[in-house]
């Protein structure tokens, strides 16, 4: 089988051509970083704008770049959610069009659901496995035991670790995204400096919460510049030193947490803040520990591509999964319902 994936769920515009024996044909992944940079975050409006502006481009280019037509598609999946409900619709009225258009079926896919599956489609691992979902956006462990059966065991009470990266970098006048720019300042500095707290260790289960780093990051800095009437660099070294070792010590311990929960053959990260090496150290030290194989897919797979969407829609299609033109686009759409209350939800 082969599928065309979309992606618009967020602040990148993606397409993608996937087989169902895990080749990537194509990839195409156009951000939009540039034109929220004056906004400290994302702009919905400006986001979904730029969706339907660039959805169909994106799509003609998946194509060419496979080399296929639309006539070699099985079907086409696409994001019906959660996300930035003009950006999802955009995304999914153009997969209505091109299903319609081409005879195909459709299939709409949880993002979520794209994000915990990839390491099936990187590395082709069976099920159950622990997913540690950590992006800008969100931050949760996840069994997966099928292509549609996820179990949250916990997650961020309130920032998710990107986020809070992101406002460190601000805090700091550090270029943005913040992860990348806190990382290569923390290389060069001391974590032992400065105690930052490790938040909701001491209390049981997977839950996690990181504004209050921000705000211990926050008043170092103030009580610095009270001080010296200023930060140098190795204060602000050592400040993102800090940081991301409280960070990677509050994903670690509660990874060893949710292994020992819920045990699984492997540890998988997925999300942009996958890319942090501390982090990826310190998580693959956990599954190590606990006799599990640790699985983090290339970064371009981490963040969001519409890869991972072609993925999940051939995983959902195999189960017999089909849409229709009624697909609706949901703005929140939790991948365990049991777990997570469906309050103000498409459906
Ligand atoms: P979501 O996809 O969950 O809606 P998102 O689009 O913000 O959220 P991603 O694109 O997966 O998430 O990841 C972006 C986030 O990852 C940013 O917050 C960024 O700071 C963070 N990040 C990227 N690289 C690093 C790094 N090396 N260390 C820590 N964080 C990082
Ligand atoms: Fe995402």
Redesign the pocket.
Same mark, same amino acid.
């Given at each position: 089988s082969i599928f065309l994936g979309i992606e618009s =769920?967020?602040d *990148?515009t993606a397409a993608a051509i996937v087989t169902g024996d895990r080749r990537i044909l194509s990839s195409v992944v156009a951000g939009q970083t540039e034109m929220h940079a004056d906004f400290g975050g994302v702009v919905p409006e400006i986001a979904a704008r730029a969706h339907a502006e660039r959805l169909d481009i994106c799509a003609e280019q998946a194509l060419a770049e496979s080399g296929l037509t639309l006539c070699d598609l099985t079907a086409v999946a696409v994001t019906a959610g959660p996300?930035l409900i003009g950006g999802v619709m955009a995304g999914v009225m153009m997969a209505k069009g091109i299903a319609a258009g081409a005879g195909l079926p459709l299939v709409g896919v949880n &993002? !979520?659901a794209? &994000?915990a599956l990839t390491p099936r489609l990187t590395d082709g691992i069976d099920f159950p496995y622990l997913m540690l !979902?950590v =992006? $800008? $956006?969100?931050c949760q462990f996840l069994r997966v035991d099928g292509p549609q059966e996820f179990s949250r065991l916990g997650g961020t009470i309130d920032d998710a670790p990107g986020e809070a990266f992101d406002k460190l970098a601000k805090l700091l006048a550090l270029p943005q995204p913040g992860g990348p720019s806190v990382e290569a300042e923390a290389a060069l500095g001391r974590a032992d400096r400065f105690e930052l707290p490790r938040p909701l260790l001491d209390r049981p289960g997977c839950d996690m919460s990181f504004s209050g780093l921000k705000t211990a990051a926050l008043r170092l800095r103030d009580q610095l510049i009270a001080e010296q009437g200023g930060l140098r660099q190795s204060d602000r070294q050592d400040l993102c030193a800090a940081f991301q070792t409280a960070v990677a010590e509050v994903l670690a311990e509660k990874s060893r947490r949710a292994l020992a929960l819920s045990p699984a053959p492997f540890l998988a990260v997925?999300?942009?803040v996958a890319a942090n090496k501390t982090i990826r150290a310190a998580l693959e030290q956990v599954a190590w520990d606990a006799g599990a194989c640790f699985l983090a897919p290339p970064l371009r797979l981490c963040? *969001?591509n519409a890869a991972m969407i072609a993925w999940a829609g051939i995983e959902r299609f195999q189960t017999g999964a089909r849409d229709g033109m009624d697909l609706a686009a949901r703005p929140r759409w939790p991948l365990d319902s049991r777990a997570a209350p469906m309050l103000g939800s498409g459906k």
């Open positions: =769920s967020c *990148d996300g &993002h !979520l794209g &994000h !979902l =992006s $800008g $956006g969100h997925a999300g942009g963040t *969001d």
